[in-house]
């Protein structure tokens, strides 16, 4: 994965921390998810086995099911014009072919529990995120309702909440309604789901575009990077939670001699492959399906 910028015949737009985007023609692209994991907005040298594959097939279950206008086209690399044999097979399992979209520039991130960033804010006499909450929870707390915390769109970094008067003077007052709406809505549909599973949503962000001035969903969605899942029958109000996801990486890096900044320290094998797995575990446990691998995809 580390060198598909070179491999695909298609034009490269641009990157993340994790993905890759193609220029395929007019009005679509390509994302293709790899391996790399980050931490403290950091980049490890070591890929995650199996990472892009199930960021990849978990937001295609979340678009299959979800009722909302988004804007995956497919996730088979027959689709993709002008492209090897060789690159078909690197991208199976791990591309989506999508509709280019007017990315907004406001993460719309939904809270059903008090953790996190948003639980030291409130822990700190408050914030933005939480200066509605009522006193005394605790945290991992579930709130009585979802509350809708918007963010701005860090290039680089961490991303920074907004007010709600900031988010509206942002992108405007209709605008924010309708993605306030939405995002709340999608985080019940996606709690409910994750809740039959025996998995708690604790909290997500989603990311909207406009085509034509509808609003879609774009990029990933209600994966564990974009996500914090938590096993439901260990979730307990005032307790640190485990999560699915790269906790085992944040956990040994934490206790490492590292100033969080590059070059990151090397990582075990062992840490490379319980976090590999912590990913597998939720693909499985929320679609009730084993993860595939990259040729079966």
């Known amino acids: 994965m580390a060198t598909i910028e070179r491999v695909l015949a298609l034009t490269h737009v641009g990157s993340g921390k994790v993905r890759e985007i193609y220029h395929v023609d007019e009005g679509r692209l390509l994302i293709v998810a790899s391996d790399r994991i980050s931490a403290f907005d950091v980049v490890m040298a070591e890929p995650i086995p199996?990472?892009?594959?199930?960021?990849?097939?978990?937001?295609?279950?979340?678009?299959?099911?979800?009722?909302t206008p988004h804007h995956l086209l497919s996730t088979d690399p027959a689709d993709v014009p002008g492209i090897t044999d060789a690159d078909a097979e690197l991208l199976t399992g791990r591309m989506m072919l999508v509709r280019a979209a007017e990315v907004i520039p406001m993460e719309c991130v939904v809270r059903g529990y008090l953790y996190g960033s948003s639980w030291q804010e409130y822990s700190s006499g408050g914030g933005p995120t939480t200066e509605h909450l009522p006193p005394g929870l605790t945290k991992?707390?579930?709130l009585d309702e979802p509350v809708f915390t918007p963010a701005t769109k860090a290039e680089t970094g961490h991303d920074e909440n907004l007010t709600a008067g900031d988010a509206r003077a942002l992108v405007g007052g209709e605008l924010y309604e309708k993605l306030r709406t939405r995002s709340i809505g999608l985080y019940e549909r996606g709690a409910a789901h994750a809740a039959e599973r025996g998995i708690v949503l604790a909290d997500t962000k989603f990311e909207f575009g406009l085509i034509d001035g509808e609003v879609i969903l774009i990029d990933e969605v209600l994966t564990p990077d974009s996500s914090r899942y938590w096993p439901a029958e260990e979730w307990a109000p005032g307790k640190t939670m485990p999560s699915f996801d790269k906790q085992p990486l944040r956990d040994w890096l934490e206790a490492q001699p590292w100033d969080k900044t590059p070059p990151p320290p090397p990582l075990p094998d062992e840490i490379v492959l319980e976090t590999s797995r912590r990913y597998v575990d939720v693909y499985e446990r929320l679609t009730g399906e084993p993860f595939p691998s990259e040729a079966e995809a």
């Open 140 to 142: 991992a707390s579930r």
């Open 50 to 67: 199996h990472k892009g594959g199930v960021l990849t097939a978990l937001s295609r279950h979340w678009f299959d099911i979800l009722d």
